[in-house]
């Protein structure tokens, strides 16, 4: 998630020259050898080039070769005096957030692992993306829904250091909260979300307790009410382009919900099926778009279909359509916990 402390802050220009992966210790820094990155062979191996920093796990140290004089030395560090992390986003982390995107939790959840695996070591330390891709994991689980597996880790995670972090703390209870929804107990879900949404400033976080809000009203069959909660989402926070998605597919099955006689002048199965019109131009790669796909008629799904091709291809956006706005580009992402 975008923590202020979590995830990587905006890069100056001044730091595109430090973007290597790099270790920092008191005097001196280290660039390290990126386990994510794979040469050509069969099976693939990671790209070792002896002149970085190796990373021994189970001596908890860092191996590198330095030329002095012709001869060569074997220099040695403990992960323990590791004291900044500078890493750009992780390969397999950027997939794992990809694969949770498009209804991959599975998948997810392997890539995650390897990267909670690497970083577990200099978890706490700064530009660690240890905690960020344990929120990525509870989106995994969420996705799966499978509460004994979200119940462990998220027992485990309360213990860590990084949970007595404001921020880290509210995503907890919201991961807490989304299992309580799955439970059924949509009331105390919206008292406690509506409380949260009072206390949180960053826009992901807003986001999210604005669709699990959304999710409960809607379960409670307050349709309008859930309509208004999801809305907010892409109103207000419409750079959360994983997030979006769940939100006009919200919003979505609001307005089919609040069909009825007394308002059918208001043509609202019209404006649910622009908004999942939207979801397959705009966010084509979700598992929203999968799910929009189901419920709109098929002549209407056949035409979004078809003008999401023609975007795809460079011709010009139909009328009406707002395309995601991005978020910071990867390559301009040099640091994870601040």
């Given at each position: 998630?975008?923590?202020?402390?979590?995830?990587?802050?905006?890069?100056?220009l001044a730091a595109a020259s430090s973007?290597?992966?790099?270790?920092?210790?008191?005097?001196?820094?280290?660039?390290?050898?990126?386990?994510?990155?794979?040469?050509?062979?069969?099976?693939?191996?990671?790209?070792?080039?002896?002149?970085?920093?190796?990373?021994?796990?189970?001596?908890g140290t860092i191996d590198r070769v330095?030329?002095?004089?012709?001869?060569?030395?074997?220099?040695?560090?403990?992960?323990?005096?590791?004291?900044?992390?500078?890493?750009?986003?992780?390969?397999?982390?950027?997939?794992?957030?990809?694969?949770?995107?498009?209804?991959?939790?599975?998948?997810?959840?392997?890539?995650?692992?390897?990267?909670?695996?690497?970083?577990?070591?200099?978890?706490?330390?700064?530009?660690?993306?240890?905690?960020?891709?344990?929120?990525?994991?509870?989106?995994?689980?969420?996705?799966?829904?499978?509460?004994?597996?979200?119940?462990s880790f998220l027992t485990a995670f309360?213990?860590?250091?990084?949970?007595?972090?404001?921020?880290?703390?509210?995503?907890?209870?919201?991961?807490?909260?989304?299992?309580?929804?799955?439970?059924?107990?949509?009331?105390?879900?919206?008292?406690?979300?509506?409380?949260?949404?009072?206390?949180?400033?960053?826009?992901?976080?807003?986001?999210?307790?604005?669709?699990?809000?959304?999710?409960?009203?809607?379960?409670?069959?307050?349709?309008?009410?859930?309509?208004?909660?999801?809305?907010?989402?892409?109103?207000?926070?419409?750079?959360?382009?994983?997030?979006?998605?769940?939100?006009?597919?919200?919003?979505?099955?609001?307005?089919?919900?609040?069909?009825?006689?007394?308002?059918?002048?208001?043509?609202?199965?019209?404006?649910?099926?622009?908004?999942?019109?939207?979801?397959?131009?705009?966010?084509?790669?979700?598992?929203?778009?999968?799910?929009?796909?189901?419920?709109?008629?098929?002549?209407?799904?056949?035409?979004?279909?078809?003008?999401?091709?023609?975007?795809?291809?460079?011709?010009?956006?139909?009328?009406?359509?707002?395309?995601?706005?991005?978020?910071?580009?990867?390559?301009?992402?040099?640091?994870?916990?601040?």
């Open positions: 998630m975008r923590l202020s402390f979590l995830l990587p802050a905006l890069a100056l973007s290597a992966q790099t270790f920092v210790f008191k005097g001196e820094r280290w660039e390290i050898n990126d386990p994510f990155k794979m040469d050509n062979s069969i099976p693939p191996k990671p790209v070792v080039d002896p002149k970085k920093g190796t990373i021994n796990a189970i001596k330095s030329n002095s004089g012709g001869i060569e030395v074997t220099l040695t560090r403990k992960l323990s005096e590791v004291v900044e992390v500078i890493w750009p986003l992780p390969s397999r982390l950027k997939e794992a957030q990809a694969n949770v995107g498009r209804g991959e939790p599975a998948k997810a959840l392997d890539n995650v692992e390897a990267v909670l695996k690497f970083f577990e070591p200099i978890k706490n330390v700064p530009g660690s993306w240890w905690v960020r891709a344990s929120i990525v994991k509870l989106d995994a689980l969420d996705r799966l829904e499978n509460d004994a597996a979200t119940e309360e213990k860590e250091e990084a949970a007595k972090l404001p921020e880290v703390a509210t995503q907890i209870q919201l991961a807490r909260l989304m299992q309580r929804a799955r439970k059924g107990e949509h009331a105390e879900v919206v008292k406690e979300s509506t409380e949260l949404l009072g206390k949180v400033e960053t826009a992901e976080l807003q986001a999210r307790l604005h669709i699990v809000k959304g999710n409960s009203l809607y379960a409670s069959k307050k349709y309008e009410a859930a309509m208004a909660t999801y809305l907010r989402v892409p109103v207000f926070f419409g750079s959360e382009t994983e997030l979006v998605p769940k939100a006009l597919l919200g919003a979505a099955r609001s307005f089919r919900g609040m069909d009825s006689p007394a308002l059918r002048d208001q043509k609202l199965e019209a404006v649910s099926n622009r908004y999942l019109y939207d979801i397959i131009v705009s966010y084509p790669v979700s598992k929203e778009a999968e799910e929009a796909k189901k419920m709109l008629p098929k002549e209407e799904r056949a035409k979004a279909e078809a003008d999401q091709k023609k975007i795809a291809a460079g011709g010009p956006l139909p009328e009406g359509v707002i395309m995601a706005k991005p978020k910071l580009a990867d390559e301009e992402k040099v640091e994870g916990n601040k």
